[in-house]
Structure formats: structure tokens, C-alpha cells
């Protein structure tokens, strides 16, 4: 009776196992999908304040990768997402036995007995069944926003940037303004389809005609930044200043023109912003 019950243990945990690593497989496709034009052109420049996380290693980073936990080894396309051309449920390049028939039974290595018997090779494991095609890489699923800016951009379709300073008088960027265009340049990155304006904006102090000046030459600095340091489509970004004509509060003291003096991101699509997502306040 202990043999018999150990054996039904045992058979147990190996239908475990099977059924934990039919799960942990990773959704493969049978063609690699490779990056539009457009999306080719977003090249990061080198020496850019990004750095960019590979987890799985597989030459995508993370931030860009639709096929996370990617085993090594397996071919990807543009997207980190590995493909399986002969459908036998073992990516290609870890896959030995290429062009195996549909629906056969194979190894972890992608060979069937058939193709064990060609090549003279020992058979691993039992070959498992590959009747039903894997599934295709996923879309990337919308989640909910992951930070404060995303919140607001979702919610209003627009991103007021906080903390953008210029040298007096210029279009020059400082430093310490670097740190809030980072944070609106990756939620942009999340989102590539958008148009946006990006608007300058000053307070009343001077001429008209010169605020007008300064605040296009801002909005286009910044337009630059993010163009040059995120992966977004140059064409889907415009530069606009406003000058004084848009203030948000009337200015009475020096806390009023800071308020005035500012840099919006406006969303000109906004049908493009994901839908059915819950933003709390």
C-alpha cells in the first residue's frame, strides 16, 4: 500500500510540474514583428541621461518589452517577443530540429522521433504534445497609471511640467529642470501614438512681443529634449508659445507670475488616451 501511494504521489507532482511550465511558457508567434519606420527612428542618443534595464536579457529594454521573462537563447523581434516558425512550441534558436510537421510530439529541443532518429541523437524526455499551437505574442495590456504625472495625463490630457527652470530672460534649460522632463518624456514613451503641443507660456513682465518670443523659444527647447532623449516621433510634437495671453491667475505678486510662467504638454488627440481606466484623485 506505501509503494502504491507513493507512486500516485509521485505521478502527482510531475502532472504539477507539466501543468506549472505549460503556464510559465512564453506566448510565441510565428514571424517576428519588426518596428514601423517611424518607430525605428527613435534611437536613444548616446550619451543620454537614460539607462535602460534588460532583465531577461534579451536586447529590449524593459520599458520597450511586450514579451517579458523571455528564456535564453530565443530569437526575438522588435518588440523582445520570441517566434516559433515551425509552431512546435520551442522558440527559434533554442529550437534544433527546425521545420518540424505541425502537431508533432517533440522534445525540449524541438525534435520529434523522426527527427531523433535522422540525426542519431538520444531521446531527452518524453516528447510532449504540440497538437494546438501556441498562442500569439499578447498586446500590451493598459494598466493603471503608475505615477502622479500619468494620473494627471490620463485624467486631463495634459501634463502641467513642474519645477522647468530657465536662465532669466532665455530659453536656456537648467539642470535641476532635467529630473521633471524625464518623468514626463517616459510617460509620453507609453503612450507614442499622441500629438502633442507643447506650450509656452510667460507672466507679464515686459513686452508682449517679447514674452511671445521667449515663451516659443522655451516651448521649442523643450519640444528638442524631449525629442532627443525619448523615443518619441518628432512630427507628433509642436512647439508653441503663448506669451502672456493665457494666464492662469491674475498677477498680483510675485507667486502669481511664478504660477504664470510655466510649460504645459496638451494633448491633441485625446481619443488616443487609454479608456476604462479607474483614476483616482
Known amino acids: 500500500m506505501k509503494g502504491i501511494a507513493l ?10 510540474v507539466g501543468i506549472a511550465e505549460a503556464k510559465s511558457r512564453t506566448p510565441m508567434q510565428r514571424s517576428p514583428q519588426r518596428k514601423t519606420a517611424v518607430e525605428g527612428s527613435r534611437e536613444v542618443p548616446s550619451g543620454c541621461c537614460i539607462k535602460d534595464v534588460d532583465t531577461d536579457g534579451d536586447g529590449v529594454a524593459d520599458r520597450l518589452d511586450r514579451c517579458p521573462n523571455t528564456p535564453p537563447g530565443c530569437h526575438v523581434d522588435d518588440y523582445g517577443c520570441p517566434w516559433d516558425s515551425d509552431q512546435d512550441g520551442v522558440c527559434d534558436g533554442l529550437d534544433q530540429c527546425p521545420d518540424t510537421p505541425l502537431g508533432s510530439k517533440v522534445d525540449r529541443r524541438g525534435c520529434d522521433a523522426a527527427q531523433l532518429a535522422a540525426r542519431g541523437l538520444p531521446r531527452a524526455e518524453a516528447p510532449e504534445s504540440r497538437s494546438t499551437p501556441p498562442a500569439a505574442a499578447p498586446a500590451p495590456k493598459t494598466t493603471a497609471p503608475q505615477s502622479e504625472v500619468e494620473r494627471k495625463l490620463i485624467a486631463t490630457g495634459e501634463i502641467r ?40 507660456h510667460t ?3 515686459g513686452t508682449a512681443k517679447h514674452n511671445q518670443r521667449l515663451s516659443q523659444a522655451r ?63
Open 7 to 16: 507512486s500516485a504521489a509521485l505521478a502527482l507532482a510531475v502532472l504539477l
Open 161 to 200: 511640467l513642474e519645477n522647468v527652470y530657465f536662465d532669466t530672460d532665455k530659453a536656456t534649460l537648467l539642470p535641476e529642470s532635467e529630473s521633471s522632463l524625464d518623468e514626463a518624456g517616459q510617460v509620453l514613451e507609453k503612450f507614442s501614438g499622441l500629438r502633442i503641443e507643447v506650450q509656452g
Open 203 to 205: 507672466d507679464t513682465r
Open 219 to 281: 516651448a521649442e527647447t523643450v519640444r528638442d529634449y524631449l525629442s532627443s532623449h525619448f523615443h518619441l516621433d518628432p512630427s507628433n510634437l509642436i512647439a508653441r508659445g503663448y506669451g502672456e495671453s493665457r494666464p492662469e491667475v491674475k498677477e498680483k505678486n510675485d507667486e502669481d507670475r511664478h504660477r504664470n510662467r510655466r510649460v504645459v504638454l496638451k494633448v491633441l488627440n485625446p481619443d488616443a488616451l487609454p479608456r476604462g481606466i479607474e483614476v483616482k484623485n
